[in-house]
């Protein structure tokens, strides 16, 4: 908390995401910088969970994006209901430390510094390239790892940023 305290502004609340191995986690931090008692949200969604569900092999078909779309989606519906239900603004900035999602910002053309932003559109790009990718052509021609991780990641990230929904995601750098 620290670490985002140091980059974010301060007097304006924000809200905090995690996409780990089993679950992901959002996490309203109010103007205070302080998280309110029982205003998380734990999302049965993760990267080595929804692998585990959706996808055969490191680059998932397009049969297997598509499917974990329409369950990942449903999942994040129930989670902005709730978040929305919680009074939280719309405008709030998004904020991660998450490695696997500045490392995203990496193959999304984003310039690695202590304090990244990425942008739905750029995001939208990446989620593109690798479509592409699911569609046959080959992923070093997109520069993109073969990599279930980075597809789940992906995945997760564009259908929270769609969905929830929010702007460009602010990151911190470890």
Do not use: C, K
Request: proline share 7%; no cysteine.
């Amino acid at each position: 908390m620290q670490l985002l305290q140091a980059h974010s502004v301060p007097g304006r609340p924000l809200t905090l995401l995690y996409v780990g191995p089993e679950r992901t986690l959002i996490v309203p931090v109010d103007a205070a910088g302080a998280a309110p008692h029982g205003a998380a949200i734990t999302l049965a969604l993760g990267t080595h969970r929804t692998a585990r569900a959706f996808f055969r092999r490191d680059i998932p078909t397009p049969l297997e994006l598509e499917n974990a779309i329409a369950s990942v989606e449903d999942e994040v519906y129930l989670a902005h209901r709730q978040y929305a239900a919680q009074g939280n603004a719309s405008g709030t900035a998004w904020w991660s430390t998450d490695a696997h999602l500045v490392a995203l910002a990496g193959l999304a053309g984003v310039p690695l510094a202590p304090t990244m932003l990425l942008t739905l559109e750029a995001m939208e790009r990446l989620f593109q390239r690798l479509a592409a990718v699911s569609e046959g052509r080959p992923a070093a021609s997109e520069g993109l790892p073969e990599s279930v991780e980075f597809a789940t990641t992906l995945l997760l990230l564009r259908e929270l940023m769609h969905h929830m929904p929010f702007g460009p995601l602010h990151l911190v750098a470890r």
